[in-house]
Every structure is written in structure tokens, then in C-alpha cells.
């Protein structure tokens, strides 16, 4: 008897190919099942009606929480309500909603967020990543550069909104992310660095003769107008943002580019 054969006419080389044909089968379906663990089942755009599932959808996927926050299962999470305020442009899967109450509280386009979690973003050591800077105790405002605090905030409108209160620095990366604003009917609110042009601190009025040294120093924000800051979302806790409330803070500000005056939102040619 050949040496080659295993069993009658059953030789290594097919035990081979079959193995691999079965190792490249089962890899396929395990694959395809570990690409379903987020999101799905899925569910219909207009309706929210969960759709079967099938043999591909995988496991929950469990996440472990650092700093002692135990376990988080995205698949445990109510799903996001459908009965936003909002309408379909027209009547077709894929339709852009356009807003039908009003747009800066909507949560729509680029004012739309996420619920994250609400509890404060966190360093890598466990300590609140984003804080005052008279909380840091490590960070301070190089005293060549502008303080800030006490400047004048205008809004997109050029209207007076209040002054700046505190500035909030991010210790993990060491910048500023949030100004606190006073506004003129004594509320606090937050604004997002990355909306905010400080006037006032050219460097060619530094160092050129020609140029006024008398130039206006405030903070201009023109992503919404001085009305709207009002209603910028507030911090549930004094000295403390959560991700929950950060999320928000952005939407806010960042559907201003599109919502805050009706131009905005209207095209441009």
C-alpha cells in the first residue's frame, strides 16, 4: 500500500485542502458574527421596529470600565427615541429631517449629541480631566499671553453677552477647552474655546510703532447670538462637566453655525 494514502484512495493532500476548506468556512461566519456585536439587530429608520436577527449577529460585547466603574453592554442601553423633533424633507428612506420646533434645541444636524455617560472625562491617574484652572494646581496661563478673565464676550449679533468668569483648562493635554461666561443677566454658562477669537492681542501691535496699541481686548464668539447664550445647557454640578454635558455644550454651540440666524441655514449661491 502507498504510504500516502490514509484511508483507500484518501490521501494527505485532500485531508489538507478539506481542513483548510473548513478553517476558511468557519472563518468567514466568525468574522462576519464578531462585525455584528454593535449594532444590530437593526431597526427600521422610520418606525424603530427591531428587525430579525440572524445567524451572524454576535454576543453582546461587554466592556470593562476603568477606575473601578464595573462593566458597560451597549446592547443594554434603551435605544435613542425616533420621535425626534423633526420632519422628513420629503417622503423617501434616506430623507434629510429638518427641524420643525426650535433648531438650537433640537438636536438635529450639527446640533445633534450623543448620551454619554454623566460622569466627568478622567486622566489616566483618575481625576477629573477637565477643570477650572484654579482646580488644576498645575497649570496657569503663561503671563505673556491674554488672561481672559474679566474680558468683555460678544455674540455673533456684536451685542454684549457678559464676561469671562473662569477659563477651564484640559489637564491630560494642557489647553484651554472651555471659557465660563458671566452673562449680563448674571447666568454662567460655558462656551468652547474652539469657538472663540480673542481680539486685542495682536502681535504686530507688539512690536510695530505704527499700529494701535489701543486696540479693543475681548473675546468674540460667533457661533451663536447674545439671546441665545441663555439657553446654553448648565452644568448640573458647580466646578464639575460631565461628557453627558460636554456632548451638549457642543451641539449647542456648533448648531449655531447653521441655526442661529435664519441665513445661516439658507444656501449661499
Same mark, same amino acid.
Given at each position: 500500500?502507498?504510504? %500516502?494514502?490514509?484511508?483507500?484512495?484518501?490521501?494527505?493532500?485532500?485531508?489538507?485542502?478539506?481542513?483548510?476548506?473548513?478553517?476558511?468556512?468557519?472563518?468567514?461566519?466568525?468574522?462576519?458574527?464578531?462585525?455584528?456585536?454593535?449594532?444590530?439587530?437593526?431597526?427600521?429608520?422610520?418606525? =424603530?421596529? $427591531?428587525?430579525?436577527?440572524?445567524?451572524?449577529? =454576535?454576543?453582546?460585547?461587554?466592556? +470593562?470600565?476603568?477606575?473601578?466603574?464595573?462593566?458597560?453592554?451597549?446592547?443594554?442601553?434603551?435605544?435613542? /427615541?425616533?420621535?425626534?423633533?423633526?420632519?422628513?424633507?420629503? *417622503?423617501?428612506?434616506?430623507?434629510?429631517?429638518?427641524?420643525?420646533? /426650535?433648531?438650537?434645541?433640537?438636536?438635529?444636524?450639527?446640533?445633534?449629541?450623543?448620551?454619554?455617560?454623566?460622569?466627568?472625562?478622567?486622566?489616566?491617574?483618575?481625576?477629573?480631566?477637565?477643570?477650572?484652572?484654579?482646580?488644576?494646581?498645575?497649570?496657569?496661563?503663561?503671563?505673556?499671553?491674554?488672561?481672559?478673565?474679566?474680558?468683555?464676550?460678544?455674540?455673533?449679533? *456684536? +451685542?454684549?453677552?457678559?464676561?469671562?468668569?473662569?477659563?477651564?483648562?484640559?489637564?491630560?493635554?494642557?489647553?484651554?477647552?472651555?471659557?465660563? $461666561?458671566? %452673562?449680563?443677566?448674571?447666568?454662567?454658562?460655558?462656551?468652547?474655546?474652539?469657538?472663540?477669537?480673542?481680539?486685542?492681542?495682536?502681535?504686530?501691535?507688539?512690536?510695530?510703532?505704527?499700529?494701535?496699541?489701543?486696540?479693543?481686548?475681548?473675546?468674540?464668539?460667533?457661533? $451663536?447670538?447674545?439671546?441665545?447664550?441663555?439657553?446654553?445647557?448648565?452644568?448640573?454640578?458647580?466646578?464639575?462637566?460631565?461628557?453627558?454635558?460636554?456632548?451638549?455644550?457642543?451641539?449647542?454651540?456648533?448648531?449655531?453655525?447653521?441655526?442661529?440666524?435664519?441665513?445661516?441655514?439658507?444656501?449661499?449661491?
Amino acid at each position: 500500500m502507498n504510504a %500516502t494514502y490514509i484511508v483507500g484512495t484518501f490521501d494527505v493532500a485532500e485531508l489538507a485542502f478539506l481542513l483548510f476548506f473548513g478553517f476558511f468556512i468557519a472563518l468567514v461566519f466568525y468574522l462576519n458574527k464578531e462585525s455584528r456585536r454593535e449594532g444590530y439587530p437593526l431597526e427600521e429608520e422610520e418606525t =424603530g421596529r $427591531i428587525l430579525p436577527g440572524s445567524l451572524f449577529d =454576535g454576543d453582546k460585547k461587554t466592556f +470593562q470600565l476603568p477606575n473601578g466603574r464595573g462593566t458597560y453592554v451597549p446592547e443594554d442601553v434603551a435605544r435613542d /427615541d425616533i420621535n425626534v423633533p423633526g420632519a422628513q424633507s420629503f *417622503k423617501a428612506a434616506g430623507a434629510p429631517w429638518v427641524p420643525t420646533g /426650535d433648531p438650537m434645541k433640537a438636536g438635529m444636524g450639527p446640533g445633534a449629541f450623543a448620551n454619554r455617560a454623566k460622569y466627568p472625562d478622567l486622566t489616566f491617574d483618575g481625576r477629573p480631566r477637565i477643570v477650572p484652572l484654579a482646580d488644576s494646581h498645575e497649570l496657569i496661563i503663561s503671563p505673556n499671553d491674554p488672561q481672559l478673565i474679566g474680558w468683555d464676550v460678544i455674540g455673533a449679533d *456684536k +451685542q454684549a453677552v457678559g464676561k469671562v468668569s473662569d477659563i477651564w483648562v484640559d489637564q491630560a493635554e494642557h489647553l484651554i477647552r472651555y471659557l465660563e $461666561i458671566e %452673562t449680563t443677566t448674571g447666568k454662567k454658562v460655558m462656551a468652547p474655546m474652539m469657538v472663540a477669537v480673542v481680539h486685542g492681542n495682536s502681535l504686530l501691535g507688539k512690536i510695530l510703532p505704527t499700529t494701535n496699541h489701543d486696540e479693543r481686548q475681548y473675546v468674540e464668539i460667533d457661533a $451663536i447670538t447674545a439671546a441665545q447664550f441663555e439657553d446654553v445647557p448648565a452644568l448640573e454640578t458647580a466646578r464639575i462637566i460631565t461628557r453627558y454635558e460636554e456632548d451638549r455644550i457642543q451641539a449647542y454651540f456648533g448648531g449655531g453655525y447653521m441655526y442661529a440666524t435664519p441665513e445661516r441655514s439658507e444656501a449661499w449661491i
